[in-house]
DNA sequence: TGCCTTTGGTTGACAGTGTCAACAAATCCG
DNA sequence: CGGATTTGTTGACACTGTCAACCAAAGGCA
């Protein structure tokens, strides 16, 4: 029989489920993971990871929890300049550059098929440390504008500017779009477009603008 | 053994399975659809269904393919009236209706896991003719400010509007948005105040602003 | 230190799924 | 009408998540 807590690369059993989890997961996505294949993976048997996780939701919950504490981490890693209007549409690549660097980890977070949050009340903690960092960028602008930030506007202001993000990289990464018959082009620029017109939804002047009143 | 091709309320089986599929993805979501459940319901043997789907991702394939068709009805249902901007908006709201009434719907179109679209060449006609329908409304908003609409720029702001939508309503269906701490005013008016602003973002007079300029 | 309890692993079984394969009845068509 | 095709049934297989029992190692405590 197997020691027990033997080391797998270093880590021990349950870290090394998530880690292996996490790498199914990152190449095939949620659906294709398999605890039996996690199992095997490390070279254990199939029931072994059910001694760190009481369930493959258990495990999921998890990983999803790691995933959201690492999008806000990354919402909040640029630094904060005196420009809260230009901070927040760096805090846009930011989101971007999240969702495109892992995407099969942001679909699973917002895929629709997570394990039940009242379960797993710690899994969405990450998601809410991401809106309060989208709150705080607006309320930086509203305030560098010496307009009003109530709490109401801000959350209306910070839930477009999420649901526009959102748009933008889960609308790409579809199927879907895939099949359209765009020019290369047109999709290269599509997000930092689309960026320039989110923010000028907010306010913010970006530049250029094609449609809104001024000609590129 | 049963009589070949018996009427299942009218129906025959395949037409029957697909029927018994829909209503399953309908209300349990996709992830949720087996193929004996199907044959369970409509009691025929396990295997029947495959007699008319070669596989569960053909039959799916047939779901997604009929549920983008409804789609781009959708999009395409409201009537032209002479101010083309204001028919952009009316198919914003009824793109929000159609994924508002069949959620679980939605999710599997744009979700991710549908069966490659490269095998199934059908599958997505209803996407492309759904976008057709929003550079429609784009050209003729365009057209009506005689403002120049190469195809570039209807392009980009077909894709935008449809991004846009699509941000709103797949976000406000994840779990991460519904445990995070908002007003239920806010969340009850969102919709409408998103529409609000990616009409501003393509340059459409929709009223109040919050942030743009005006005040609200 | 020795014994009891807990932890963490192994093995086997079960039910459910998609799919493969063989068989048989019904239907089609020349 | 007879052979071919279509359409259904039945059974098997491999895979999955989970239940259950067993056992060794580790931990705790008198």
């Known amino acids: 029989m197997m020691a027990r807590s033997a080391a797998h690369a270093g880590l ?3 870290e090394a489920c998530l880690a292996e989890a996490l790498a199914i997961i990152s190449t095939a996505g949620a659906e294709k993971l398999s605890l039996r294949e996690v199992a095997r993976r490390l070279g254990v048997s ?12 258990h495990l999921l919950a998890e990983i999803v929890r790691g995933a959201f504490a690492d999008f806000a981490a990354a919402l909040r890693s640029p630094p904060h300049t005196d420009a809260p209007a230009s901070d927040l549409l ?4 930011a989101y971007v550059g999240f969702a495109t660097a892992k995407p099969l980890q942001y679909r699973l977070m917002f895929g629709g098929t997570l394990p039940d949050p009242r379960q797993h009340p710690e899994m969405m903690q990450g998601a809410r440390d991401a809106f309060d960092v989208l709150r705080e ?3 930086r602008m509203l305030a560098g504008r010496s307009e ?3 709490r109401d506007v801000v959350d209306r202001n910070a839930l477009f500017a999420w649901s526009s993000l959102h748009g933008v990289v ?4 579809t199927d879907a779009i895939g099949t359209l018959d765009l020019a290369p082009q047109t999709r290269a ?3 930092l477009l689309a960026l320039q017109k989110v923010g000028a939804a907010l306010g913010i002047d970006t530049g250029n603008q094609e449609i809104g009143g001024d000609t590129q």
Chains 1, 2 share one sequence.
Request: no cysteine.
């Open 90 to 93: 760096v805090m846009g690549m």
């Open 137 to 139: 960028g607006i309320e």
């Open 148 to 150: 009003p930030h109530p």
């Open 12 to 14: 021990d059993l349950r």
């Open 189 to 191: 620029e599509f997000t």
């Open 170 to 173: 889960s609308l790409l990464q």
């Open 46 to 57: 199939h029931q072994a990871p059910y001694r760190h996780f009481a369930s493959r939701d």
